[in-house]
């Protein structure tokens, strides 16, 4: 019957919906990045406004990040300061447009590869501060 052939593609989708807290589901656990170029970027500890950096994926398969890194001796544009592991990455390579060092442009790169990377030099003291999302298909 159409009426259950409709109900069988339906169900994993109300299941999902079901399990976000827009409904009273579990609210996401945060990851840490784990980040990979140490005395590069870590995590901003001084701000009382912005989260540790970490990402979550959701149950339609967005992966949303939030936090804000502090460039410690200055970060080169290009450097790779975390990967994300499989499950995680984009099939396509990703731009995040985010906020630098005194409101300035930063843009991050989410690659395939599971490699993720600033896009523009961020000056020794300087800060980026994350937040966006994307499909994680790949």
Known sequence: RTQDNIGT???PVARAVAATPMLNGTLPAWVAFSLLAAGTLANNTTSTLLPPAGYHLDPFRYLHIQGSLVSVAGCAAGTV???LPMGYRPRF???IPVKGTAGT???ILFDPGGSVSVEVLVAAGGF???SGSFLADG
Do not use: D, E, I, K
Request: hydrophobic share 40%; net charge positive.
């Open 9 to 11: 593609q339906l169900q």
């Open 81 to 83: 300061f975390t990967t």
């Open 93 to 95: 390579q990703q731009r």
């Open 105 to 107: 442009f930063q843009s």
């Open 128 to 130: 980026v501060a994350l």
